[in-house]
């Protein structure tokens, strides 16, 4: 038997297998809804049996153009008899053959981004003040009181964006909201008035919590102060997820517990230096949207990303990379230690890129910078 | 019931729906495989439109569901009249209705508030459709919720029972993309993002449901709404932008588009000082003058942008 003359429901199958491969995923049941929408249509148009495979199989906008490449590859190397192709064939193949061409731009970005970056940077550190620096106080630096400080701060952080008011309901002691429903049981027995008022409030619910940090360059030293922090409160906080970038991200969510965190993210950025890379905070987004789509970003997510924004990759990925991370949590806020500086504004390429997309925009300079957001979120919260 | 494609076609066109075939297929398929049509899209592309046609086109009863964060099963399904209820136990007491008696009917469905989703599954007659509107703004409780009652169209009620669909009712999610839904979700749907209609067809549109406007006016509308979509507006104009407009164009009584005129009735379509201020100056001279010199028909494709 021929590849040409199998049945046509085998072809359904292996057209499934071959967006499966390619990264789309289609369900059984979804090729079940194509073969029944068969007896509805005439599979002879192409462009109906296009728009029908596309209906069942696809649920989301991204996947259509390679959809329609994969659709338009598989069925004409069967040479259905047909009417002409698919228009949109033409943008499917050329989205096909971007990603080499796209990385050798953003490579020639980068490179071109590297200059003008660095100098920019040079004048803003020598900006800030040095005094009061989180940097310059090591973890191992600091006395046992200040330690105790930090860590309450932290503590006190981790719980306002842990924490959220649900949209529902459940009993309360008072407040304004009465629960009628509650009240009517009540005063069932009395068969009168009711002699009791019942009063229901929002319920608290757990956020997820993931903390993206920047551990190029001068950000290590913020990045890995925070995290040892965070690990010294270890098994207090379920629902969270750590993950350092410079080129790549790195989940170190699995090394949280270990004692040596800190020769973890020490290598790490060491790493990333014996690259000499800068920061590519878009394709580092990528990967965190891609890996963590399903376990950690919901609408119930909030997302810590701490970075001075100095972004040597491509603007647009970045941009559409927070404009995915953007609809898929509740909460984004940037810390930057630029901020700290009366005369910082957040002018370079990733700054400006990220501002549209945040929540807040806070600095994180210092133990009192860090308090003080840390009480602006307290009130600002829910 | 739907016979075919170009029933529908003709249908939605009857009504001032300007379709495409790929949306006609899928609607068909919706209504003929009883699957919920999920649609997705820019805001002012039509999709709640879609479901308003669909009941006049069927003749049959339109039922709402707006979303929003927070929304719960008493507002969605049902909700007990407490008060009524209150009322029925002290008027039966007052008339001496025997004490053990007193409250048995009290969970009778006069007593039982129907909200659109047990409305639309109660419904007798034809079937109707309901809408699930933005569906992007309910949250995560209320999406595993309608997962359960979309794929089984049956409720259950403790006090009463179970209610079961006669006929399942035609479901049409929208979402504008707030945030992602589910796979779960939608995969028990049909998926269709709609996206912004082309040159031709958004004429089709204004012509049909601004008939009094003249031709010149409504290609020139059209062809500067197409260059404006081209732009990285912050909120790019939708369709419902573009007949407010055109309506907008209509009673001012103007025939052609210009400079003074654009800016005056800009509010009409840019609803962003950040986007009005970008359209003014240059850029609007520039899309005006390529507005202009866009002789063709509107089967001439268009050259150039504004940028």
Partial sequence: ?382 | MFQSIEEIEQKFAAQGYITDRHLATTVYLSTSLGKPLYLEGEPGVGKTEVAKVLAKSLDTELIRLQCYEGLDTNLALYEWNYLRQMLEVRLQEARGVAKDKIGANIFDEQFLLERPLLRAIQHHGKRPVLLIDEIDRSDDEFEAFLLEVLSDFQITIPEVGTIRAEQPPFVVLTSNRTREMHDALKRRCLYHWIDYPTLEKELDIVLTKVPEIKELLSIQVCKFMELLRREDFYKRPGIAETLDWANALLSLGIDELDQHVIETTMSCILKYRQDQEKLAGDNLQKALALTKNFKGGPTVSAQGSIN
């Avoid at chain 1, 047909?82 to 033409?90: G, L, M, V």
């Fill in chain 1, 1 to 382: 038997m021929t590849h040409q003359s199998l049945p046509f429901i085998t072809h359904i199958i292996l057209f499934g297998r071959k967006l499966h491969d390619a990264g789309i995923d289609v369900n059984p049941a979804n090729l079940i809804d194509l073969s029944r929408s068969l007896q509805y249509i005439d599979i002879a148009s192409r462009r109906d049996f296009y728009a029908a495979a596309l209906a069942t199989l696809i649920i989301n906008r991204e996947d259509m153009e390679l959809f329609t490449l994969l659709f338009n590859e598989y069925w004409d190397a069967l040479e259905m008899p047909e009417e002409p192709a698919d228009p949109e064939k033409k943008t499917g193949e050329g989205a096909a053959d971007s990603p080499d061409t796209r990385r050798q731009r953003q490579r020639a970005d980068g490179e071109n981004a590297d200059d003008g970056n660095e100098d920019d940077a040079e004048s803003e550190q020598t900006g800030y003040s040095s005094q009061e620096l989180l940097a310059q106080k090591d973890i191992d630096s600091m006395t046992d009181e200040e330690l105790e400080q930090a860590r309450k701060i932290i503590a006190e952080l981790i719980a306002i964006l842990a924490n959220r008011r649900s949209r529902r309901f459940k009993p309360a002691k008072s407040g304004a909201q009465l629960d009628f429903r509650k009240i009517f049981r009540r005063s069932m027995p009395y068969g009168e008035y009711c002699l009791k008022l019942a009063h229901r409030t929002h319920r608290l619910k757990k956020n997820k919590l993931i903390l993206f940090c920047d551990v190029s360059g001068s950000m290590e030293r913020y990045s890995r102060f925070l995290i040892q922090l965070i690990c010294a409160m270890g098994a207090k906080i379920s629902n969270i997820e750590v993950a350092v970038f410079s080129t790549r991200m790195t989940s170190i969510t699995p090394y949280l517990n270990r004692k040596d965190i800190d020769e973890v993210i020490k290598q790490m950025s060491d790493q990333v230096h014996d690259w000499a890379g800068g920061t590519n905070i878009g394709s580092c987004l990528r990967e965190l949207n891609e890996q963590q789509a399903h376990q950690m970003l919901s609408s119930h997510t909030v997302a810590v990303i701490l970075s001075d924004g100095w972004d040597q990759g491509d603007a647009g990925l970045m941009r559409s990379e927070m404009e995915q991370l953007r609809r898929r949590v509740n909460k984004i806020i940037w810390l930057n230690p630029l901020l700290g500086n009366v005369n910082y504004q957040p002018l370079c390429k990733g700054m400006q890129t990220a501002l549209p997309f945040l929540d807040y925009f806070l600095p994180v300079h210092n133990l009192e910078s860090l308090a003080e957001a840390t009480k602006l979120l307290r009130t600002l919260w829910h």
